[in-house]
């Protein structure tokens, strides 16, 4: 079938799979044409593995450190008429050309959440690899059944306090509107703590530690966001907030385990804000991306996934030196978008954003571009009007 973009509010329901696995060489040509990654992990877990930074770092912990790889997804083949989601063919490429280098890969497709894909993990993990030295937990979900109560939580994008009203932008006629959210209740807070916070990356990492899987001098990251001001009431002091406040106290505790059992690490990685499918849910933010591309890119510190996977991997957690953390103990990757002056001109363009000017001031074309190429859209060299197997 010849596949066209179909978007509606923040997502694409098709996907392209030759313009996916086109984006997924173009990220393995990167990390290659870098410096090989010295000291780097050998047996890496990814637990969202299929799209943004899990998948990013999965390309660079297998090509870029020549690392034997399993990943965990959830995700949908493709069905009558209707093609496979983004990530489905993202792992088919990146199965294609981990082939294709002689580098180990399995994969595991099914609810990351549940006690039934943990196990399935471990068993491979104890029957090919033994031990694993790096669990990289990257989940963007929006709901969770637990695996123990049975409860069904979803997560919600609220203030916590007052309502919260700012300008945003709608992507569909891209004009500037006015966005109100409402406030939190505790049970929405809860909620999204219990789907975005660090519960079930303890439970991996117990469940893996039970099964004697972990490699001495382990490692585990997972990802978080802090930001700006412009969007702390809806982020870092809304209900995400409270789960990435989760994320974060149970770094700290793993870590402690960890460094007495094992000599080993957890860690949360700060990393900037990106064109990902899971943030351009979020109102607010994506305007705040749009003008922070363009004040990076004028200053040619601008970065999408796999050139912050490859600096997180090269110049943080396998530089040969020791990890550098904040006052929190966080790795920070989000490092020049929070460069006093970037931030300072993204501001100054924010007050003055409008209808007249968002095209002067901010990087409307270059989030559609980004946007698109999540789903395989708008890479070059792919002919769109070629009938394709989905």
Request: charged share 25%; with cysteine; net charge neutral.
């Amino acid at each position: 079938m010849i596949v066209k973009p179909k978007i509606r509010g923040f997502i694409c329901t098709t996907a392209h799979p030759v313009g996916c696995e086109r984006h997924i060489e173009e990220q393995i040509n990167y990390v290659k044409k870098n410096p090989s990654i010295k000291n780097g992990p050998k047996k890496v877990l990814v637990i969202g593995a299929s799209t943004g930074y899990g998948l990013a770092s999965r390309i660079v912990a297998a090509f870029g450190c020549r690392a034997s790889t399993m990943g965990v997804y959830f995700e949908q083949p493709a069905e009558n008429k209707r093609t496979a989601t983004a990530g489905w063919y993202n792992a088919q490429a990146f199965q294609k050309f981990s082939k294709k280098e002689g580098l180990y890969f399995k994969d595991f497709n099914g609810d990351a959440f549940s006690d039934t894909i943990k196990q399935q993990v471990i068993d491979a993990i104890r029957q090919d690899w033994g031990k694993v030295d790096l669990i990289i937990y990257s989940v963007a979900a929006p709901r969770r059944l637990h695996p123990k109560t049975g409860q069904v939580s979803k997560s919600t994008l609220k203030p916590i306090g007052p309502p919260y009203t700012n300008k945003s932008i709608d992507f569909m006629n891209d004009q500037i509107i006015s966005i109100t959210l409402q406030s939190a209740t505790p049970d929405d807070v809860q909620q999204t703590i219990d789907v975005m916070g660090g519960e079930d990356w303890a439970m991996w990492m117990n469940a893996l530690e039970e099964s004697g899987l972990l490699a001495d001098g382990v490692m585990a990251i997972a990802y978080s966001y802090i930001g700006p001001e412009v969007t702390t009431p809806v982020y870092r002091n809304g209900t995400i907030g409270a789960a990435k406040e989760h994320l974060e106290t149970t770094a700290r505790q793993l870590n402690d385990h960890l460094q007495k059992t094992f000599k080993g690490h957890a860690y949360i990685s700060v990393n900037k804000a990106l064109v990902t499918q899971s943030s351009s849910a979020i109102p607010f933010i994506p305007l705040y991306f749009t003008i922070l591309m363009k004040v990076m890119k004028e200053k040619g510190l601008h970065e999408d996934c796999i050139q912050q996977m490859y600096r997180l991997f090269a110049q943080r957690i396998y530089s040969g030196g020791p990890v550098v953390v904040d006052a929190e103990g966080r790795i920070r990757v989000d490092d020049f978008e929070m460069r006093e002056d970037v931030q300072r001109e993204v501001n100054q363009l924010w007050e003055k954003v409008s209808n007249e000017n968002v095209f002067k001031v901010a990087d409307v074309e270059g989030y559609h571009k980004d946007f698109l190429k999540l789903f395989g859209f708008g890479i070059p060299g792919v002919d769109y009007e070629a009938d394709v197997e989905t």
